[in-house]
């Protein structure tokens, strides 16, 4: 403020008398001007800026550069952000500030309640399925799999491979696992889905899915991968035994086929210490075959 001052009236006052009114050595006074000197060049762009802004206030020094761009006027990011700061020219944008769903606020309000396994002991058969998803990557990108994976069998009875991790892939896999289970004439009032509470899990589509059977509803605590260790288990072992064959997948349809071709084996031929070196379509047979005797 004070050299804009000196800079109007230094003029018709003199520019001693300017610095002893505004107390202002001469020292600070050149060493401010040769500073703020490069910014003087592009005074003739203040308006033009100021007219982006304006006219466009959802735009960031990104947008404002390409926008410059556009009327043939090269600026660098680093100059344009130097002006935008020195000129106060305050960017309009509007900040969205996430809105906690009613589901999100009432997981909230249960805090470590959210978990339903937590001092359960060993669930039985068909009565805990955990849900996650992982990210695998291939030649040219990414994608996500989804997938649900019954506690004591070890298997995996809902799966599906999408581009985004959004709502619709869980809803998915969702009802695959449903499906499963009514085929093996389970009662899904007695089954507990247990996942994070990432927003995808804490939908209202995906947690209607589940309420509309009346399954019960369990996620892990905030920040607790701890929480949900048998998808943890299990997409470290996927990643470990297939990872560099998805690498190697030239598109995605390639990488999904491979995906499907890894789970399969793993629910049909893979041996599990955990049960009894068994695969979990093998497991299963054995339990349900030993519960009819």
Same mark, same amino acid.
């Given at each position: 403020?004070?050299?804009?001052?000196?800079?109007?009236?230094?003029? *018709?006052?003199?520019?001693?008398?300017?610095?002893?009114?505004?107390?202002?050595?001469?020292?600070?006074?050149?060493?401010?001007?040769?500073?703020?000197?490069?910014?003087?060049?592009?005074?003739?762009?203040?308006?033009?800026?100021?007219?982006?802004?304006?006219?466009?206030?959802?735009?960031?020094?990104?947008?404002?550069?390409?926008?410059?761009?556009?009327?043939?006027? *090269?600026?660098?990011?680093?100059?344009?952000?130097?002006?935008?700061?020195?000129?106060?020219?305050?960017?309009?944008?509007?900040?969205?500030?996430?809105?906690?769903?009613?589901?999100?606020?009432?997981?909230?309000?249960?805090?470590?309640?959210?978990?339903?396994?937590?001092?359960?002991?060993?669930?039985?058969?068909?009565?805990?399925? /955990?849900?996650?998803?992982?990210?695998?990557?291939?030649?040219?990108?990414?994608?996500?799999?989804?997938?649900?994976?019954?506690? *004591?069998?070890?298997?995996?009875?809902?799966?599906?491979?999408?581009?985004?991790?959004?709502?619709?892939?869980?809803?998915?896999?969702?009802?695959?696992?449903?499906?499963?289970?009514?085929?093996?004439?389970?009662?899904?009032?007695?089954?507990?889905?247990?996942?994070?509470?990432?927003?995808?899990?804490?939908?209202?589509?995906? *947690?209607?899915?589940?309420?509309?059977?009346?399954?019960?509803?369990?996620?892990?605590?905030?920040?607790?991968?701890?929480?949900?260790?048998?998808?943890?288990? /299990?997409?470290?072992?996927?990643?470990?035994?297939?990872?560099?064959?998805?690498?190697?997948?030239?598109?995605?349809?390639?990488?999904?086929?491979?995906?499907?071709?890894?789970?399969?084996?793993?629910?049909?031929?893979?041996?599990?210490?955990?049960?009894?070196?068994?695969?979990?379509?093998?497991?299963?047979?054995?339990?349900?075959?030993?519960?009819?005797?």
């Amino acid at each position: 403020m004070k050299m804009e001052l000196i800079k109007q009236h230094a003029g *018709v006052y003199g520019l001693n008398r300017c610095l002893n009114v505004l107390g202002v050595a001469k020292s600070t006074y050149y060493y401010q001007l040769r500073r703020d000197e490069p910014l003087s060049k592009y005074e003739h762009l203040r308006a033009v800026i100021t007219k982006i802004i304006a006219e466009n206030p959802a735009y960031g020094y990104r947008r404002i550069k390409h926008e410059l761009l556009g009327l043939g006027i *090269v600026l660098n990011h680093k100059p344009l952000r130097t002006l935008l700061k020195a000129w106060g020219l305050t960017l309009h944008r509007k900040i969205k500030r996430k809105v906690k769903s009613g589901i999100a606020t009432i997981l909230d309000e249960l805090g470590e309640r959210v978990n339903l396994l937590r001092g359960m002991g060993a669930p039985q058969l068909f009565e805990v399925v /955990f849900s996650d998803i992982t990210e695998i990557r291939y030649a040219y990108g990414k994608v996500y799999l989804g997938a649900s994976l019954e506690a *004591v069998s070890k298997r995996l009875i809902g799966s599906s491979v999408a581009k985004s991790p959004d709502s619709g892939l869980v809803v998915g896999v969702c009802r695959q696992a449903k499906a499963y289970l009514k085929k093996m004439g389970i009662d899904l009032s007695g089954v507990i889905f247990h996942q994070d509470q990432g927003s995808v899990y804490t939908s209202y589509d995906y *947690v209607g899915e589940l309420v509309k059977d009346c399954v019960k509803i369990s996620y892990s605590r905030v920040g607790t991968p701890s929480d949900n260790p048998e998808m943890e288990s /299990f997409f470290g072992r996927l990643k470990d035994e297939w990872a560099d064959v998805f690498a190697a997948a030239q598109s995605e349809s390639e990488v999904i086929k491979l995906i499907k071709e890894a789970l399969s084996y793993y629910n049909e031929r893979r041996r599990h210490s955990s049960i009894d070196y068994l695969a979990p379509d093998d497991f299963i047979k054995r339990e349900l075959t030993a519960a009819t005797v």
